[in-house]
C-alpha cells in the first residue's frame, strides 16, 4: 500500500514560512538544507519547505489541502485567531470523521484542522 511520506510546499519567503509554520501551527524545525530547504516535523510525517523565486512560485502554486489532526478544534480555532490567520471556514463545521476549519497560510495554501469524532 502507498502512503504519502513526505509533503513539500513551495513559499516565496522561508523566514516567513519558517515562523508561520513553528510559531502558530507548532511544528519544529528538523533540518535545514542551506537557505532554501527546511525540514519541519510534526508526529511522524515531515513537511519540507522550498523557497522559490515570486516567478516559481506562482507557476508552482496548486490546489492541494493540507490536513492536520486537533485533538480540540476551539483551541486551534483561538490560536488561528490569535495570529491573525485568513480563515476560509471560521467556525467548526460538521463533516463525516467531526468536525473542521479551513485557513490560508500567509502565501495562500489551504490547510484544514480535523477533529474526529
Not at 516567513?16 to 508526529?43: C, D, P, Q, R, W
Request: contains cysteine; glycine residues 6%.
Amino acid at each position: 500500500m502507498t502512503q504519502v511520506c513526505v509533503i513539500s510546499i513551495y513559499v516565496p519567503d522561508m523566514k516567513e514560512a519558517v515562523e508561520f509554520y513553528t510559531g502558530v501551527l507548532g511544528f519544529e524545525v528538523n533540518k535545514e538544507y542551506g537557505s532554501k530547504i527546511v525540514t519541519l516535523v510534526h508526529g511522524e510525517l515531515p513537511i519540507v519547505l522550498e523557497e522559490m523565486e515570486n516567478t516559481e512560485y506562482d507557476k508552482a502554486s496548486s490546489g492541494v489541502v493540507l490536513t492536520l489532526k486537533s485533538d480540540d478544534i476551539h483551541r486551534s480555532l483561538a490560536t488561528l485567531k490569535e495570529h491573525d490567520v485568513e480563515l476560509i471556514i471560521g467556525e467548526p463545521t460538521d463533516c463525516p470523521p467531526g468536525k473542521y476549519i479551513s485557513f490560508r497560510d500567509p502565501f495562500g495554501n489551504v490547510w484544514e484542522y480535523l477533529q474526529f469524532n
